[in-house]
């Protein structure tokens, strides 16, 4: 009985240790590491000076301001309505809301070009929403306004995502206590709720922010790409380098935005990991 039962539990779905260990090792390595290792090689293949004047450069210092300040301020306006778009799938019945929770993946599933030609479109002076506000003065196409519109469209999922799971675990036992015990919903909510939500919040923050900075397709026609109006993205940047054979200045600008990512996401995993022993913890 016992060999039967050690040789049932030697058995796996997927059979072979070492055969998808290599698998994985050898698609990690195709996929990933060799491109990011060229990206570092041909990077350090420039000279300090160098590489310094490129990253610098005026054009490429607003290109910076651009994308993170916008990507910033979009993953902040994320990560409010985010909470009230999870919260209301979660708690709430009401016609639709299948419906509604799959067009939240919208975002992921539509080519970001599309999005991006689609959004111009409908916030330029002569489109639906962008004509109403530029009777009262106020542009949002070509304009800074636009490109953080374009990047809150792409970036409301990975909020979304990441709340709804802990909002759907969490045991409405504990609010009831703080009921039972005279608290109001705000106290309930801030003191109870929001501390459990905090973690899945920052970690959809980043992901949002993260996703913005590097974005691309659905931000370059809003955007207008205007070096005068500094409305260029990062990303724009390097594929302009690219367009005019300038390897060199295009690896040394996306070596800054893969450290900026690696960091990013270094952020964002010490958050689920402390999350994860806090929850095994309770």
């Not at 959004?119 to 004509?131: A, P, Q, V």
């Not at 949002?208 to 790409?225: K, W």
């Not at 205007?226 to 390897?247: A, F, G, P, R």
Request: hydrophobic letters at 50%.
């Amino acid at each position: 009985m016992r060999s039967m039962r050690s040789n049932s539990a030697k058995r796996r779905v997927i059979p072979g240790y070492r055969l998808t260990l290599g698998i994985t090792v050898a698609m990690l390595s195709v996929f990933i590491l060799i491109p990011l290792a060229s990206v570092l090689v041909k990077s350090l293949s420039l000279k300090p000076s160098e590489f310094i004047e490129i990253i610098l450069a005026p054009k490429v210092l607003y290109a910076f301001g651009t994308s993170i300040g916008c990507s910033l301020i979009a993953a902040v306006i994320n990560s409010f309505f985010g909470l009230i778009i999870a919260w209301t799938l979660v708690r709430y019945d009401f016609p639709g809301k299948r419906i509604l929770d799959g067009l939240i993946e919208l975002p992921f599933a539509l080519p970001t070009a599309v999005a991006g030609i689609t959004l111009s479109k409908l916030y330029s002076d002569t489109g639906l929403i962008g004509s109403f506000f530029s009777r009262i003065g106020v542009d949002i196409s070509y304009t800074h306004i636009g490109l953080t519109i374009a990047l809150i469209f792409i970036g409301i999922p990975f909020v979304v995502r990441s709340v709804q799971p802990v909002l759907e675990k969490l045991d409405p036992q504990y609010e009831e206590a703080a009921y039972t015990l005279g608290a109001s919903g705000r106290t309930a909510f801030f003191r109870v709720i929001f501390p459990e939500l905090r973690p899945a919040l920052l970690v959809g923050f980043g992901l949002a922010f993260a996703r913005g900075i590097g974005e691309y397709g659905s931000v370059i026609y809003i955007s207008g790409n205007s070096e005068k109006n500094h409305t260029q993205v990062i990303s724009y940047i390097i594929m302009q380098k690219l367009n005019y054979l300038d390897y060199s200045g295009a690896t040394a600008i996306a070596l800054v935005m893969l450290v900026v990512s690696f960091l990013l996401l270094f952020v964002i995993n010490i958050i689920q990991i402390r999350q994860a022993r806090r929850t095994n913890d309770v």
